[in-house]
């Protein structure tokens, strides 16, 4: 009866990782290597003549990687799904592979001074945008007080007096009154990112709106920081007029970094 032999990139070490290749490789009775994605790429086994992938698909670097982990001649590798898009997924890849194939017989195929002359003007042009990006300035921030509404029912939210920048990207409101303003839901996929631990979701409160304002959780010795997603907000200027903005750092005007020490205590962390 033959036997097989488990790789993984979590839970061994390097000596007991090459301890298993090492079975696999050399021991007759060892003909099944079970493997998380460990195995994807610098595995070279010449008597492998069969990959199968379970319900496991990437982007076409990695499905070429993967089946090259099948190196005896004729060797086959299938995937296993009951997954109608990580078939749709894989049939893209196939299709991303055969246009790369035809992308480098035809460069193959170019004279090469002309192909060096298209690479010169190509990187110089990347050069050039990469340039414009750095030395753009950006927007005017205005150090003006405006209001968010609810994009959607434009019910006041908060002042931009108090929004607050976490970590450079997220974005929080440190008045005390905007938990008023909203309810919650448990998120279905409470993870951690940026020393952020979110738990909810946040709605806009009024009944006749219920609009999705971002999220709420843990931030570092304080409970139900609320951090909003811009899009769902109208900025309303001093004159009335008001402004959309698609993402933050379009915004126009001014806000402060986080600090732990202006942080109302209503979100200090709960003891028993």
């Not at 190196?71 to 997954?83: H, Q």
């Not at 908060?158 to 008023?180: E, G, P």
Request: aromatic fraction near 10%.
């Amino acid at each position: 009866m033959y036997q097989f032999v488990y790789l993984s990139i979590s839970g061994m070490t390097l000596p007991s990782q090459k301890g298993a290749l090492d079975t696999f490789k050399n021991s007759g009775d060892n003909k099944l290597l079970i493997a998380t994605s460990v195995a994807d790429e610098g595995i070279d086994i010449p008597a492998c003549n069969l990959v199968l992938l379970y319900e496991y698909v990437g982007n076409v670097t990695k499905m070429i990687q993967v089946r090259g982990r099948g190196r005896a001649k004729d060797s086959k590798c299938y995937l296993i799904t009951s997954k109608h898009e990580q078939v749709e997924k894989e049939n893209i890849n196939l299709l991303h592979e055969e246009l790369m194939n035809n992308a480098v017989t035809v460069l193959q195929e170019k004279d090469r001074n002309e192909f060096i002359r298209q690479n010169l003007h190509f990187q110089r042009e990347e050069k050039r945008l990469r340039d414009i990006k750095k030395n753009f300035k950006g927007p005017v921030l205005s150090k003006e007080n405006k209001r968010l509404l609810c994009g959607r029912c434009k019910t006041f939210a908060c002042d931009t007096d108090n929004i607050r920048l976490i970590n450079k990207s997220h974005h929080t409101v440190i008045d005390r009154s905007f938990k008023d303003k909203y309810f919650t839901r448990v998120h279905s996929k409470p993870v951690a990112f940026g020393g952020f631990h979110k738990k909810y979701k946040i709605f806009c409160k009024n009944p006749k709106c219920g609009d999705d304002w971002g999220i709420s959780g843990n931030y570092l010795s304080f409970q139900n920081i609320p951090l909003i997603k811009i899009d769902k907000f109208v900025v309303e200027n001093a004159n009335g007029t008001q402004e959309y903005f698609k993402k933050w750092v379009m915004v126009n005007f001014r806000m402060k970094e986080f600090n732990q020490e202006e942080i109302d205590e209503s979100f200090s962390a709960q003891t028993d």
